[in-house]
């Protein structure tokens, strides 16, 4: 995912913030989890804990947390299929 967008860092900390991103994206489609729709929520819930949360403020935020909304899930056409499709679908980001 980061090859060439990574060419359009100019400094370090966009970089690094850059990865950030990628990391949260992809961990999410390797949850099950609608990118778009856990991001949503994240930067809807995330102000809401001020500067220093603690660990269990951040634990239900978790992208394998059992309390995500409805919206964070990636629709239910995809739960028939197998394993190796979700995995397909993960990596290349086509759904």
């Known amino acids: 995912m980061a090859r ?12 690094d913030a850059s ?9 999410a489609k390797r949850n099950k989890l609608d990118p778009f729709g856990y991001l ?5 819930e995330l102000p809401k804990l001020g500067n220093e949360p603690t660990s269990e403020q951040l634990l239900p935020l978790l ?3 059992t309390v995500l909304p409805e919206y964070c899930h990636l629709p239910c056409f995809f ?14 980001g086509d759904y």
């Open 4 to 15: 060439r967008n990574f060419l359009f860092c100019d400094t370090a900390k966009g970089a």
């Open 19 to 27: 990865a950030l991103c990628f990391s949260v994206i992809e961990t």
């Open 40 to 44: 949503r929520f994240l930067l809807q």
């Open 63 to 65: 992208p394998w947390s």
């Open 79 to 92: 739960e028939h299929l197998g394993f190796e499709v979700l995995l397909f679908f993960a990596f290349t």
